[in-house]
T-cell receptor
Framework: AQTVTQSQPEMSVQEAETVTLSCTYD???????LFWYKQPPSRQMILVIR??????QNATENRFSVNFQKAAKSFSLKISDSQLGDTAMYFC??????????FGTGTSLTVIP | DTAVSQTPKYLVTQMGNDKSIKCEQN?????MYWYKQDSKKFLKIMFS???????INETVPNRFSPKSPDKAHLNLHINSLELGDSAVYFC?????????????FGEGSWLTVV
């Protein structure tokens, strides 16, 4: 079965602090790709970061970085220097052959001023 | 320019009506999708088209019929709307169906059935 689990339905962080969102997944595929998407209150789904499973190096994108542990099937997102605009729902996802995407249930992040 | 645009953004309609949501992408992508996000924010694939051909058709009632006149457009028509159809519907596109292609989403169409 292809599943994505985000065990933290809600999180909060103080502005300028660092927060880590957890994600685990299950797949029998060898080739897959991992993503974090952000959904602010406007509801637009925005790509935050992408990771190829065959790459050992963790992806980074400005203040966003991932901790990819392939053996543990874990793909957490770290947000450094949190900003008010980071308040959003964050979805972890992976895609397999045929670009079939599987999404987690999301983590609602609130950045507190 | 909006990369993936869908209309209308908000739609309130009565049970039993028929409605359509239109989607267009100007990214030159070959593949387009429809996703449904329910009240619990769960995102689920409904359909996927590659170069106008249906490639993913998840378990969706027959009342939902996608149409792709060309690879830049994927419209969703819903017949006999039910209360349970209330959700946010997202159109999306990707460069192709090869694994790893990033999906780019539209802004969503918020459908409320009363």
């Amino acid at each position: 079965a292809q599943t994505v689990t985000q065990s933290q339905p809600e999180m909060s962080v103080q502005e300028a602090e660092t927060v880590t969102l957890s994600c685990t997944y299950d797949t029998s595929e060898n080739n897959y790709y991992l993503f974090w998407y952000k959904q602010p209150p406007s509801r637009q789904m925005i790509l935050v970061i992408r990771q190829e499973a065959y790459k050992q190096q963790n992806a980074t994108e400005n203040r966003f970085s991932v901790n990819f542990q392939k053996a543990a099937k874990s793909f957490s997102l770290k947000i450094s220097d949190s900003q008010l605009g980071d308040t959003a729902m964050y979805f972890c996802a992976f895609s397999t052959t045929g670009n079939q995407f599987y999404f987690g249930t999301g983590t609602s992040l609130t950045v507190i001023p | 320019d909006t990369a993936v645009s869908q209309t209308p953004k908000y739609l309130v309609t009565q049970m039993g009506n028929d409605k359509s949501i239109k989607c267009e992408q100007n990214l030159g992508h070959d593949t387009m999708y429809w996703y449904k996000q329910d009240s619990k924010k769960f995102l689920k694939i409904m359909f996927s088209y590659n170069n106008k051909e249906l490639i993913i058709n998840e378990t969706v009632p027959n009342r939902f019929s996608p149409k792709s006149p060309d690879k830049a457009h994927l419209n969703l028509h819903i017949n006999s709307l039910e209360l349970g159809d209330s959700a946010v519907y997202f159109c999306a596109s990707s460069q192709g169906v090869r694994g790893g292609n990033t999906i780019y989403f539209g802004e969503g169409s918020w459908l409320t059935v009363v």
